[in-house]
């Protein structure tokens, strides 16, 4: 994987992890990788034909299989059958070649936040039409999951979270308590629940809980106590997913080499400092 660093991330075909691999070198290369995880060791897969930069992002699997991911700076979606190594790529709407995350959701279909356009884009996994929902008032999807509703969740970069229903194509918007909140990653967990990270300048980290029930869905939010935060610095609780332990677990960045955990029994974080890191 020479000049490039892993990006995405998704469980996939043959009891793999798969990685997006976003390409800091000075020739365009589309780059993914397998991670086996029983030996830790990773394969990488450099794809021939795309037409992308190879600054990937968000990766996720649909229902057969196949792997899509994100060209973020040219604005693609990109398809990729492990097994016959068939490559498909469309173009989204853009705006300035912003892009959020991905996931496989309803309708079966690829649905991908897309902040520059305000829309929720819907690509349907065989004829790769792309169907864009714009959301109101100005809304950025960027975070996306899948809830236990059914609905898309997103996040927006601001003190909002956003819902959209594929089933009546509606959106409602529910304000998190710290207003000063920045919400970035999120994700589906346990207890039929999902959570989210929410950060900003000057502002507390915290870990949000949203319970999903239409218009009277609730949001809550618990501090991140352990991260030291300085004056000016914004974006350290970042990516978050649900653990096979039970727990929801996140990432701090950048300054921080830290991932947390959070127990949405107790409502306890802790917070887990890289052994490497000399600042740490």
Do not use: M
């Amino acid at each position: 994987a020479t000049n490039a660093y892993p990006e995405g991330i998704t469980s996939g075909p043959g009891g793999n992890l798969w990685v997006t691999l976003a390409n800091v070198s000075d020739q365009p290369k589309t780059q993914i990788g397998s991670i086996n995880p029983t030996t830790k060791q990773l394969n990488v897969i450099q794809l021939t034909g795309p037409q992308g930069q190879g600054n990937l992002g968000g990766i996720t699997t649909d229902s057969s299989g196949d792997l899509w991911f994100l060209d973020i700076p040219s604005s693609l979606v990109e398809e990729y059958n492990p097994s016959t190594q068939a490559f498909h790529e469309k173009s989204l709407p853009a705006d300035d070649g912003a892009l959020g995350d991905i996931v496989y959701g309803p309708n079966q279909a690829i649905w991908v936040a897309n902040p520059g356009t305000h829309a929720l884009d819907e690509v349907n996994t065989q004829t790769l039409a792309v169907t864009p929902f714009t959301a109101p008032n100005g809304l950025q999807p960027n975070g996306l999951a899948v809830g236990p509703d059914n609905a898309l969740w997103f996040t927006t970069g601001t003190a909002t979270i956003g819902r959209f229903d594929p089933a009546t194509s509606t959106f409602q918007a529910f304000t998190v308590p710290n207003s000063n909140s920045v919400t970035d990653g999120i994700t589906a967990g346990p207890n039929s629940l999902l959570y989210f990270t929410a950060t900003g300048v000057d502002a507390i980290d915290a870990i949000g809980v949203i319970t999903p029930a239409g218009s009277a869905s609730s949001i809550s939010e618990f501090p991140i106590p352990s991260v030291d935060f300085f004056f000016g610095e914004s974006g350290l609780s970042h990516g978050i997913t649900a653990g096979a332990d039970g727990n929801v677990w996140f990432t701090l960045t950048p300054s921080k080499e830290e991932i947390g955990s959070f127990n949405p029994t107790t409502k306890a974080i802790n917070v887990f400092t890289d052994a490497n890191d000399p600042n740490g």
